[in-house]
């Protein structure tokens, strides 16, 4: 898995956050990893539930192809049940 949701249902409310930390490398792939995920969620926003969503990337991001990051973000957000 290449990516952690915190997911808080929230009524009116469509908060998001992107974090990575200092293990996964430097500024530059901190900020790569961050714009992946920013991409991704911009694509699945339409038909998310309001709330606030927190996504951290784990150190395994960059070891994985596009097809499967999305795969493992689509997965973390089926399995915080936040598709409306």
Request: positive net charge; without cysteine.
């Amino acid at each position: 898995m290449s990516v952690v949701l915190f997911f808080l249902p929230q009524q009116g409310i469509h908060k998001v956050g992107f974090t990575a930390t200092k293990k996964l490398g430097n500024a530059v792939k901190r900020n790569r990893a961050k714009r992946r995920m920013r991409a991704l969620f911009r694509e699945h926003s339409d038909s998310l539930k309001d709330g606030t969503y927190i996504f951290v990337a784990k150190t395994g991001l960059f070891e994985r192809s596009y097809e499967e990051f999305q795969h493992d973000f689509q997965k973390v957000l089926t399995r915080a049940k936040s598709f409306t």
